[in-house]
């Protein structure tokens, strides 16, 4: 099978990048890796030499970091796989199926987070103008360096990227491979997440009461948030906690890094 190179945004990611190099070495099939890191403090860039892995620094968006990785790429055919994601072994279908060709209108092809599988099981799941996770897909560099609005965001860039496949009459495909999220090891809660996500939301989209509307009324009625198969009480507790970051938007999101004061290594 043809090589692709993968990028790995990273900060202070050392708790599971070992795990997410070593997955990656395994199954990925890997031309290059590519970690575009925010200058971790900690043994991050460490154990991403020990890999040899090529290293960028950014201090910019999350948005704009996958697009440096993109552009550093040297293969049409890319792979984002964040820094506390686990490939499996049928990882190398997912590469098949990108390689072969027969969907002529994917701009994604995606994995789902094990745990996390949609009550919708046709497969594959095309998503016109949605998204997936952003940390387990294969997507093309050209599309990923052409899509300047990414740059802006730190959140919520993932739904930027959808938007403008759409716009090109492209789709997000999500495929029944399932990777594994090794959030657990790192010491943000699972609400913290979303309430960064919220908060996504509003810097892309500004207040919008029908997303207000869309979020309560989802916890009220029990519209499960992302069509989990969770519970009423927590889907409540991901709506509220995702409408927190909507609402306090400036405590939750980070959109501009510039102003920070950039370190050499």
């Known amino acids: 099978m043809k090589r692709i190179d993968y990028i790995v945004p990273t900060w202070n990611s050392e708790a599971t990048l070992e795990i997410t190099l070593a997955s990656i070495e395994r199954y990925g099939n890997p031309n290059e890796i590519i970690i575009v890191d925010r200058y971790s403090e900690d043994d991050t860039q460490v154990i991403a030499r020990r890999h040899n892995c090529r290293i960028i620094t950014s201090h910019r968006s999350l948005g704009n970091a996958r697009r440096e990785g993109a552009r550093a790429a040297h293969t049409e055919l890319i792979s984002f796989v964040d820094s506390d994601v686990e490939l499996s072994e049928s990882w190398q279908d997912l590469s098949q199926l990108a390689f072969e060709g027969d969907y002529k209108d994917a701009g994604v092809f ?156």
């Open 110 to 265: 995606g994995a789902y987070y094990e745990g996390q599988l949609p009550n919708n099981k046709i497969w594959p799941i095309k998503l016109e103008g949605g998204n997936g996770a952003f940390g387990c897909i294969i997507t093309f560099r050209s599309l990923i360096v052409s899509c300047e609005e990414m740059d802006v965001f730190s959140s919520a860039e993932d739904g930027v990227f959808a938007t403008f496949l759409s716009k090109k009459g492209m789709k997000w495909y999500i495929f029944p491979i399932k990777v594994r999220h090794n959030q657990n090891l790192v010491p943000i809660s699972q609400y913290s997440r979303l309430r960064w996500l919220g908060a996504g939301l509003r810097v892309k989209e500004g207040f919008q009461l029908r997303n207000v509307k869309k979020i309560l009324g989802g916890a009220v009625f029990g519209i499960r948030m992302n069509d989990l198969e969770i519970s009423y009480m927590e889907n409540w507790k991901m709506r509220w906690n995702y409408f927190v970051g909507y609402l306090r938007y400036k405590k939750y999101y980070e959109i501009n890094r510039d102003s920070l004061v950039s370190r050499s290594t």
